[in-house]
């Protein structure tokens, strides 16, 4: 046993869902010796400095903070090694190296937006909404050569509903996983953490799904796609990277348009016909049904409701969806 006073964490993200996980250690008093993020970045038009959320956080509680360009760099290491962990804790972050993530005594654990070994990869919310599940959850494992594969230290479910969309999974997601962190340290420092392989979490009859980062490509809508299967594609692609077609109009221009939000209604419509009352409804006619558009983004515009789309483009049934 070992009390968290005395137990050195170093913890290692970037994103705003990994600061929930950040905040709760924090809060409840473990010892957070340091903190490892991504280096700051030039974004925007004004190229102004951009810090990562996690990097935000530590500064304000005064948690020293790496930056490091590459995880073998040895000035990197040197400075790790310095911090003397014994416990490092990797929520969002990077494939690690196993020379950072072999140095603690206690090892090193992540967080996975998953119920392993479903859904190993880069998105596994995403791809967990687009292919329709009805429950998802978080896993802790430690980590071992292979990306995703380590022995499972604890996991907990989460109901995906009809409606939610890949934001509001990982909005619910990030409290779960922030609370099975704390769980899973309590269970290290008492000695009490047992862990098991993903092998025996393998069922003769279930496939196992992977969860390969996401591309521009991947967010084409196919309309000749049942129509459940377009309107799962959209919600599990917003309201990031955001699912995407191409409009072509009567005269054979073309536009792209982002739909983030959608209602599957009946329809016996073409494939591909858009029909709209040009005031605040959109019809997009598919495979075995049809979406009415309730939130998109045209090419070079903002996001807007339908409502506000329909008042500067009134056109919408001239075009065609492919």
């Excluded at 969309?165 to 704390?182: E, Q, R, T």
């Amino acid at each position: 046993m070992i009390s968290k006073e005395k137990l050195r964490i170093v913890f290692m993200g970037t994103p705003d869902f990994a600061v929930e996980s950040l905040k709760e250690l924090v809060e409840n008093k473990y010892n957070v010796v340091g903190v490892v993020t991504v280096a700051d970045k030039k974004a925007g038009r004004g190229q102004k400095i951009r810090t990562s959320p996690v990097k935000d956080f530590a500064v304000k509680n005064n948690i020293l903070v790496l930056q490091p360009e590459k995880l073998k760099d040895e000035t990197f290491l040197k400075e790790l090694k310095a911090l003397n962990a014994d416990l490092q804790i990797i929520v969002a972050f990077r494939m690690l190296p196993e020379v950072v993530w072999n140095m603690p005594k206690l090892g090193s654990f992540n967080l996975h937006g998953s119920l392993l070994p479903q859904y190993r990869g880069a998105a596994p919310i995403n791809w967990a909404v687009i292919n329709g599940d009805k429950e998802t959850g978080v896993t802790t494992f430690f980590l071992q050569h292979e990306i995703d594969t380590g022995n499972i230290i604890d996991q907990k479910t989460m109901p995906i509903s009809e409606n939610d969309n890949a934001g509001i999974v990982h909005d619910k997601m990030m409290v779960l996983g922030a609370d099975l962190v704390l769980e899973t340290v309590a269970k290290i420092c008492n000695g009490t953490a047992e862990t098991k392989p993903q092998s025996e979490y393998f069922k003769d009859d279930v496939i196992l799904n992977p969860a390969p980062k996401i591309f521009k490509d991947d967010c084409k809508i196919d309309w000749s796609e049942p129509i459940k299967s377009v309107y799962n594609k959209i919600r599990g692609l917003s309201p990031y990277p955001a699912a995407w077609t191409e409009l072509t109009h009567t005269d054979g221009t073309t536009t792209t348009l982002k739909i983030f939000d959608t209602e599957i209604i009946e329809s016996e419509n073409i494939i591909g016909e858009i029909t709209s009352d040009g005031k605040q409804s959109i019809i997009i006619n598919g495979n075995g049904g049809a979406l009415s558009i309730k939130s998109l983004q045209i090419s070079g515009k903002k996001r807007m409701n339908t409502k506000e789309f329909l008042n500067g483009f009134k056109t919408i049934q001239d075009y065609r969806v492919k």
